[in-house]
């Protein structure tokens, strides 16, 4: 699977917009990308999935280059409750995963 | 709420100990995914079942082992129990065998003394 990189931590203020970029440099042709976010001793909760361009629901952006080796993940006006661990995920789609792997995640901090 | 369910929330036990944690994914998925947490970690996947049968396998010690009965619920049997075993469980669970989307439960907190 292809291993993500992604910074151990943020801090941002109530409001702003918050990109996350992960880097996947050697993402494989039928690798989607996933992101989760988890709340303390809570279990992760699915935000949004892509494969390429952009891709946007109501809480979040993803946003894939064409050469697919990073992602981005954006938060409209971020608020306090956006506080949480972000993890990124690169892996085959429908399909039996070896090793699934988290990794560390982003540690992102709001602010008021 | 993810709709899957974990038993018990909480668990205390000793060193050399056996305990059974319960999952019950949501109605309908066919996989279940077992992960451990240890405290500021990532999750490391330990093992995961579909529709019944062990399909992918990660980081799971020996003495650790799970299955998925017949009603699709799922347990995570962990024995001889050490201090370091200490760590958040959580199970999850997806409709087919792809995992991106899983929909994970609250979890099991194990402490072991």
């Known amino acids: 699977l292809a291993k993500t990189t992604q910074p151990i931590s943020m801090d941002s203020y109530e409001g702003q917009e918050v990109n996350i970029t992960c880097s996947h440099n050697?993402?494989?042709?039928?690798?989607?990308i996933t992101w989760y976010q988890q709340f303390p001793s809570q279990g992760p909760r699915f935000i949004i999935q892509?494969?390429?361009t952009k891709v946007t629901n109501e809480v979040a952006s993803l946003f894939i280059p064409a050469d697919r080796k990073s992602s981005t993940l954006s938060l409209p006006r971020v608020s306090l409750s956006d506080t949480a661990v972000y993890y990124c995920?690169?892996?085959?789609?429908?399909?039996?995963?070896?090793?699934?792997?988290f990794g560390s995640g982003t540690r992102l901090s709001i602010r008021p | 709420d993810s709709g899957v369910t974990q038993t018990p929330k909480h668990l205390i036990t000793a060193t050399g100990q056996r305990v059974t944690l319960r999952c019950s994914p949501r109605?309908?998925?066919?996989?279940v995914y077992w992960y451990q947490q240890s405290l500021d970690q990532g999750l490391q996947f330990l093992i995961q079942?579909?529709?019944?049968?062990?399909?992918a396998k990660g980081n799971i010690l020996e003495r650790f082992s799970a299955q998925q009965f017949p009603d699709l619920h799922s347990e995570l049997n962990l024995s001889s129990l050490e201090l370091g075993d200490s760590a958040l469980y959580f199970c999850?669970?997806?409709?087919?065998?792809?995992?991106?989307?899983?929909?994970f439960g609250p979890g099991t907190r194990l402490t072991v003394l």
């Open positions: 995920l690169v892996a085959p789609g429908y399909s039996s995963a070896s090793k699934i792997i």
């Open positions: 050697n993402i494989a042709t039928n690798d989607y």
């Open positions: 892509g494969y390429k």
């Open positions: 109605s309908g998925d066919l996989s």
């Open positions: 079942y579909y529709n019944g049968e062990e399909r």
């Open positions: 999850a669970s997806t409709p087919a065998g792809g995992y991106n989307e899983q929909f």
